[in-house]
């Protein structure tokens, strides 16, 4: 009998959530999966096979980017709000983590440790970081592009299996190029990740949100600067708890199935189909960034050749990929099957899963915000009505009521279980901001 020897450090799991039978000609299998990380540390497994990796332990390093330009003083709030936030991240660092601070405006500048390098965190270089902040005052204008290339800079100087950033903007990407942008955040995939927060209600929701979703993190409003330092605090606490890096969820399939789409449903709706990166014969790659104790869904949707009933087929294999920091073979922490069975019996064929009817539900409620309030600026006002009403109808079947109580403060709520509202008159830009931000928030299904 084989002896196993017992997996240490987190373990990775893959449950997969669908109804797999379809009726005569059915050819779209939908799927949820749940992927599931415990224990920290970076072990995986495959079957019953341990697959132990090499631990990250502290090898992590951050790059705080804080934006100083002109506007950060108006008021002056923002300004100080940053700086408090900024050390009370430095407060939350592991000993040992790698670090820096960077000052965001037209250019780029070190603030500390300077000269192209990263401190390790400990009493005295905190202290040192924190006294380097107060020097810090607003002037110029916004280039985020070139933020995120000297963090890049740094950050590949480190020896870290965890590499991260941290942004804050309180203002849009005026003194560069859209396409600047872009060209930064493709050379920065896959090299780090990084949260955005953009600050008051002066930057635009979709550039933060493109920041965020480029580089596998997360993205947020904080609109009055007191709320920052607590922000901060859980990011960088967050990050300190990241023990897996550039996790990939591999898709293969059979000869004759097709892609419709893989997104991440849980905690936010991501579409990652257009980030595949092809990985063998009929397998592609999806990024989902690095991972500490928790767990995420995606729902994975392909269509199958025709068959006759009675006949089953594997319509998918998910498998969960971690590259070798060796170079060597990259190792597989956990699959899961996606499977396709048809079947005369019409109760078996039409019976929806309870887990991808949720999130086909999260999906169009996201997308129902983002289109309500489009059309809401675009003075199309009964569009806004149709789609923010159906969009308060989704968020109380589903149970979302974070997502129920910002629209609130948009709409009024004449019934939420048919949908119907009216826009209010008089909408907070910070509340309508809100809204847009955190639109694709999800809740988890009730099991």
């Known amino acids: 009998m084989a002896n196993f020897s017992k997996p240490t450090g987190p373990q990775f799991s893959v449950d997969v959530y669908q109804n797999e039978y379809l009726p005569e000609g059915g050819r779209d299998v939908n799927a949820i999966v749940t992927v599931t990380s415990t224990g920290g540390g970076t072990a995986g497994t495959t079957g019953a096979r341990a697959t132990a990796l090499p631990a990250a332990g502290g090898s992590a390093a951050v790059v705080l980017m804080l934006d100083c330009s002109g506007s950060m003083d108006y008021p002056g709030a923002k300004m100080r709000g940053a700086r408090e936030a900024t050390a009370a991240a430095i407060d939350a660092l592991r000993d040992g983590t790698s670090f820096a601070v960077v000052a965001g405006t037209h250019v780029a500048k070190e603030v500390y440790p300077g000269d192209g390098r990263l401190a390790v965190a ?7 970081a924190k006294d380097a902040l107060r020097g810090l005052s607003a002037g110029g204008g916004t280039a985020i592009g070139t933020w995120l290339r000297l963090a890049d800079r740094l950050l590949s100087s480190a020896d870290a299996a965890i590499r991260h950033g941290i942004l804050l903007t309180d203002g849009r990407n ?4 859209p396409e600047e942008l872009k060209a930064a955040l493709e050379d920065c995939a896959g090299r780090f990740t990084c949260d955005a927060r953009g600050v008051g209600t002066d930057w635009d929701v979709e550039e933060v949100r493109g920041i965020a979703r480029a580089l596998l993190g997360t993205a947020d409003i904080v609109a009055d600067p007191a709320g920052l330092a607590a922000d901060f605090t859980t990011m960088m606490e967050h990050a300190m708890r990241k023990e897996v890096a550039d996790v990939t969820l591999r ?12 997104k991440q449903v849980a905690p936010t709706v991501e579409d990652l189909t257009g980030r595949r990166t092809e990985a063998g014969p009929r397998a592609g790659d999806y990024p989902t960034g690095s991972w500490g104790d928790e767990s995420r869904d995606y729902h994975v949707s392909v269509r199958v050749p025709e068959a006759a009933i009675g006949q089953e087929m594997l319509a998918a294999r998910v498998s969960l990929i971690v590259p070798d920091p060796a170079g060597g073979t990259p190792a ?42 489009d059309a809401r600026k675009s003075g199309d006002y009964d569009g806004a009505t149709a789609k923010l009403g159906r969009a308060v109808q989704l968020a109380a079947v589903s149970g979302n009521a974070d997502t129920a109580k910002l629209l609130s403060k ?6 939420a279980a048919t949908g119907t509202v009216r826009l209010k008159a008089k909408v907070a830009e910070a509340d309508e901001m809100t809204l847009e931000t955190r639109s694709t928030k999800t809740v988890r299904v009730k099991k």
């Open 174 to 177: 005026e003194h560069e190029e």
């Open 332 to 373: 597989t922490l956990s699959h899961g099957l996606v499977r396709a069975v048809w079947t005369d019996d019409m109760v078996m064929s039409t019976s929806i899963n309870p887990q991808v009817a949720h999130y086909t539900g999260q999906a169009e409620l996201a997308d129902a915000i983002q289109q309500g309030l």
């Open 251 to 262: 898709l293969w399939t059979p000869v004759g199935v097709e892609i419709g789409f893989v």
């Open 410 to 415: 948009v709409v009024d709520v004449v019934d």
């Open 122 to 128: 400990d009493g005295r270089t905190r202290a040192e």
